[in-house]
């Protein structure tokens, strides 16, 4: 199977920056998605960003010009560059990766959906 394990959420005052990272391991095959969420307390989980296989990236109109989600040189990680935070951006944030991996049977490939821990994420005013 497949595991993500976040880092970076913290405490930060308003107009300050985080990094979030999240890093997949496991029989990786190939990656189609990779994505953010935040879920705030007394709300549903949202969408933040996310980032296709060819690169291709969208936001929430709420993150917009603030929030930068990429890639890295490995390609099973991700990060969040969060810049001019704000109180409402206070949530748990979760990393979620889709794809498929190997399953240990021969030439057997099996999609996969995982979500990572998630990592808090403080804004004070």
């Known amino acids: 199977q497949v595991h993500l394990v976040e880092s970076g959420g913290g405490l930060v005052q308003a107009g300050g920056s985080l990094r979030l990272s999240c890093a997949a391991s496991g029989s990786i095959f190939s990656i189609n998605a990779m994505g953010w969420y935040r879920q705030a307390p007394g709300k549903q989980r949202e969408s933040v960003a996310n980032?296709?296989?060819?690169?291709?990236?969208n936001y929430a109109d709420s993150v917009k010009g603030r929030f930068t989600t990429s890639r890295g040189n490995a390609k099973n990680t991700m990060y969040l560059q969060m810049d001019s935070l704000k109180p409402e951006d206070t949530a748990v944030y979760y990393c979620?990766?889709?794809?498929?991996?190997?399953?240990?049977?021969?030439?057997?490939?099996?999609?996969?959906?995982?979500w990572g821990q998630g990592t808090q994420v403080t804004v004070s005013s």
């Open positions: 980032i296709t296989s060819d690169g291709s990236t």
């Open positions: 979620n990766v889709a794809g498929t991996y190997y399953t240990g049977r021969r030439y057997d490939l099996a999609g996969f959906n995982s």
